[in-house]
């Protein structure tokens, strides 16, 4: 089994700042893509930003420019940097990795159980 935990979220006024992590523990072998959604009420979750093995990082356009994906490897940790928020940035978000829990199993997809990030205007 494979348990992620994020933490980070919170209220913030709009302009501010949070920086959201994600901790992977338990059968990891070896994880591959890494990545942030998120989820407004009423809404269809949404990918944020992704990052890849190789480190090749992709934001979805409406962070762009506000939100960084980052990770560190030897903590088996992504974080989220955002920054600039909006209250349109309200939403939980969720990390998601792609793992391989031993070396001749398969990839499997892996979510963490999602915080709430709040931004007042």
């Known amino acids: 089994q494979v348990q992620l935990v994020e933490s980070g979220g919170g209220l913030v006024q709009a302009g501010g700042s949070l920086r959201l992590s994600c901790l992977a523990s338990?059968?990891?072998?070896?994880?591959?893509?890494m990545r942030w959604y998120r989820q407004a009420p009423e809404k269809e979750r949404e990918l944020v930003a992704t990052i890849t093995t190789g480190g090749t990082t992709n934001p979805s356009d409406s962070v762009k420019g506000r939100f960084t994906i980052s990770t560190d490897n030897a903590k088996n940790t992504v974080y989220l940097q955002m920054s600039s928020l909006k209250p349109e940035d309200t939403a939980v978000y969720y990390c998601?990795?792609?793992?391989?829990?031993?070396?001749?199993?398969?990839?499997?997809?892996?979510w963490g159980q999602g915080t709430q990030v709040t931004v007042s205007s």
């Open positions: 998601n990795l792609i793992i391989k829990s031993r070396p001749g199993d398969g990839w499997r997809s892996w």
């Open positions: 338990g059968s990891i072998f070896s994880i591959g893509t």
